[in-house]
């Protein structure tokens, strides 16, 4: 087993993976920018390098400064927690290269599942239904009018290499396509380098559905339940909860079955997640994320099982059992974000049976202005949703984060409303809570 590991990333994630490798007796090197030298995984960590400014692409995406660091501090792994380059392939073959266990799949099973035509073409090589659109890349105005038509208005455009909401427009008429595959294209290639697009039908208000999986390289695949993430801001997940109430039995052993198909089939390794659009009966793969997720916290507490620990023990090739999960009772996240910047001048951190606060937050720390918004994870357990539900109002009314602005109270607001206390909503759910509270 390893002795060593080099975590390539900040904040929420790297304290996660820290705790984890503590546990295990792995020790830990963190990296940071120079605004990050006061964050709590630099403190945690047993050794910490200072990688460059507050930019990215000087510091966090600075693929030489990472493997530089973790060469000379004698790591033998390196770790890319969440973001910036852990779904990168090229990133992923540099370390390994320079002879560095990379905690995730292989580059090219990254590779193959970030493009996400070729992804696509994938799933239906291993029997998982697809939502209906291009079969390959858009590359006229005369391709995109085509899948339009035959989609059925509105569709949406995606970058290949896309996620998170960049490079993706959605129209509703023929009209206003050739421009907004223009835009899409612009987007796709600013932000990933890549300006291939490709065009979907949209479902104006589907439930977004994953699967958590863990696969040891060798065709052996775990899955530990679903998670429910259809409650969104622009694309990006507000509340997170397992299992989900929109999946039944039967559609559930269907999910199972394909991902079984697909993971085993490509022999994936380490953590990933499968995505779902799911409208009333039916479901249609949408990507894979060939990385932990954010969220894989609500599965763990269903599970029993350490993500992060199952991922480092299967990338550095120890047997695992594989054997089925037994999931218990309903897990909820709340991601907690960061309005304003500045500095902590109080923070009160809710407890009690069944609750979990992931964060990197301390006293007195400054929160600063150059990454993800996203600060804290509130996550609860209980025997169902309607506990579960009530247990996370209350540790939301416990935590108090003073000195700088969140959405906590946007947060208790959003887990009272009465649609999504019915469990019977889809992506569109906060657009028409927002509209309402406007109106």
Request: aromatic share 6%; net charge neutral.
């Amino acid at each position: 087993m390893i002795k060593r590991l080099l975590i390539a990333n900040r904040g929420e994630i790297a304290v996660r993976i820290i705790r984890t490798c503590r546990e295990m007796g792995i020790e830990t090197v963190a990296v940071y920018s120079i605004p990050d030298k006061d964050c709590m995984h630099v403190r945690m960590a047993d050794k910490a390098v200072c990688i460059g400014p507050a930019a990215s692409e000087k510091s966090y995406l600075n693929t030489n400064a990472l493997i530089t660091a973790a060469v000379k501090s004698n790591c033998e792994a390196i770790h890319p927690g969440v973001g910036f380059l852990s779904e990168s392939a090229e990133f992923a073959r540099k370390v390994q290269k320079a002879g560095l266990i990379w905690i995730g799949p292989d580059p090219e099973t990254i590779e193959l599942l970030g493009d996400k035509i070729r992804a696509r073409e994938t799933a239906l090589k291993y029997g998982l239904p697809v939502t209906p659109g291009s079969n390959g890349a858009i590359k006229s105005k005369k391709d995109a009018v085509k899948v339009a038509a035959e989609c059925g208005y509105p569709v949406i455009i995606k970058a290949a290499s896309g996620g998170g909401g960049k490079g993706m427009r959605i129209v509703s008429r023929e009209d206003d396509l050739e421009e907004n595959c223009r835009i899409a294209s612009s987007e796709a290639e600013k932000n990933f380098g890549d300006k291939t697009i490709y065009i979907e039908k949209y479902m104006t208000n589907p439930r977004h559905v994953e699967l958590q999986v863990l696969a040891d390289g060798k065709g052996n695949v775990q899955i530990l339940g679903e998670r429910d993430c259809s409650l969104q801001k622009n694309h990006q997940k507000l509340v997170e909860e397992s299992p989900s109430p929109a999946v039944t039995d039967d559609m559930r052993k269907k999910m199972y079955q394909g991902a079984q198909n697909l993971f085993s089939g490509l022999k994936y390794k380490g953590a990933g997640t499968i995505e779902f659009l799911v409208e009333e009966n039916s479901f249609y793969f949408m990507e894979v994320n060939a990385r932990i997720q954010v969220e894989h916290t609500v599965s763990e507490m269903i599970s029993g099982v350490d993500i992060v620990r199952r991922q480092i023990l299967a990338c550095c090739g120890v047997n695992c059992d594989m054997s089925p999960v037994s999931l218990q009772g309903w897990a909820i996240e709340a991601r907690i974000n960061a309005l304003t910047p500045g500095k902590i001048t109080d923070l009160c951190v809710p407890g009690g049976f069944g609750v979990r606060f992931d964060s990197f937050l301390y006293r007195d720390y400054t929160v600063v202005p150059f990454y993800d918004s996203m600060i804290a994870k509130l996550i609860v357990h209980d025997i169902n949703r309607e506990c579960a539900l009530k247990k996370l109002k209350r540790a939301l009314d416990e935590l108090e984060i003073e000195g700088i602005k969140t959405n906590i109270e946007e947060q208790k607001k959003l887990i009272q409303n009465q649609k999504f206390v019915s469990g019977k909503f889809g992506t569109s759910l906060y657009a028409e809570i927002t509209q309402g509270e406007n109106q």
